[in-house]
């Protein structure tokens, strides 16, 4: 069974988000060694140089190390540098369009925070 990919970004990139994910939910931890290439090959259903393209950019990013001969790790500090990066990205994508509606909209920082409350509750129901 192939896993599905989205239309909304590159399958490469994709790729390099499912395996920060992993490293950010502790399932890769640091200087664990990932799935090589043709492991992903297999089990993507996609080209190797799909899957070499993600790769790339996560050693370009030093999220993982190569060591010739023996694969591809989890680098030291990997998951703290995600965190990091996913922080601003949340506060430059998400957070200040929301506030920049809130503030169209009029609301104060109490009605937001109610409305956060509200949505967070009728999650969890």
């Given at each position: 069974?192939?896993?599905?990919?989205?239309?909304?970004?590159?399958?490469?990139?994709?790729?390099?988000?499912?395996?920060?994910?992993?490293?950010?939910?502790?399932?890769?931890?640091?200087?664990?060694?990932?799935?090589?290439?043709?492991?992903?090959?297999?089990?993507?259903?996609?080209?190797?140089?799909?899957?070499?393209?993600?790769?790339?950019?996560?050693?370009?990013?030093?999220?993982?190390?190569?060591k010739?001969g023996?694969?591809?790790?989890?680098?030291?500090?990997?998951?703290?540098?995600?965190?990091?990066?996913?922080?601003?990205?949340?506060?430059?994508?998400?957070?200040?369009?929301?506030?920049?509606?809130?503030?169209?909209?009029?609301?104060?920082?109490?009605?937001?925070?109610d409305?956060?409350?509200?949505?967070?509750?009728?999650?969890?129901?």
């Open positions: 069974m192939a896993i599905s990919f989205h239309d909304k970004k590159p399958i490469f990139i994709q790729i390099k988000e499912r395996i920060e994910d992993q490293i950010v939910r502790g399932e890769l931890k640091e200087h664990d060694q990932i799935p090589s290439t043709t492991q992903m090959v297999q089990f993507y259903k996609v080209n190797h140089l799909t899957i070499a393209k993600g790769i790339n950019l996560l050693v370009d990013e030093e999220i993982i190390y190569k010739r023996v694969g591809m790790f989890v680098a030291e500090g990997a998951r703290e540098k995600l965190l990091e990066n996913r922080k601003h990205v949340f506060a430059d994508e998400y957070v200040l369009p929301m506030i920049q509606e809130a503030e169209k909209l009029g609301l104060s920082e109490s009605d937001i925070t409305i956060i409350n509200r949505l967070k509750g009728e999650r969890s129901s």
